[in-house]
């Protein structure tokens, strides 16, 4: 069974940092494109960032470009989501996802990912 697993959200105040991870099990994504997606409430989900199977290429929106950083480590099959200088209009659930295996440029939508974990809470709020 294929399974993305995030953790490493959590409440924290502005200013502050977190750093999300996304184990994944069952297969091996080392070859897929990972990207990093986020849902507030009352709002549909959104790319955050992504990165190529290497991590030679990363991708960003705008909204977090200098602020969060996509990184992956294939020996552990998994990606990371470094937070920094967090504010509140960054709370949302995040969620990471596997790129389709036939895709290589850094997709910013989300019907394009065919693998998705459960999503992890973050909430920025003092």
């Known amino acids: 069974q294929v399974q993305l697993v995030e953790s490493g959200g959590g409440l924290v105040q502005p200013g502050d940092s977190l750093r999300l991870s996304c184990a994944a099990s069952?297969?091996?994504?080392?070859?897929?494109?990972m990207g990093w997606f986020r849902q507030a409430s009352g709002k549909e989900r959104e790319f955050v960032a992504a990165?190529?199977?290497?991590?030679?290429?990363?991708s960003y929106a705008d909204f977090v470009k200098g602020r969060f950083t996509i990184s992956r480590d294939n020996a552990k099959n998994t990606v990371y989501l470094q937070m920094n200088n967090l504010k509140p209009e960054h709370t949302a659930v995040y969620y990471c996802?596997?790129?389709?295996?036939?895709?290589?440029?850094?997709?910013?939508?989300?019907?394009?990912?065919?693998?998705w974990g459960q999503g992890t809470q973050v909430t920025v709020s003092s």
């Open positions: 990165i190529s199977w290497s991590g030679g290429r990363t």
């Open positions: 996802a596997a790129g389709r295996n036939s895709m290589a440029r850094l997709s910013t939508v989300s019907h394009e990912y065919d693998y």
């Open positions: 069952g297969r091996t994504f080392s070859r897929n494109v």
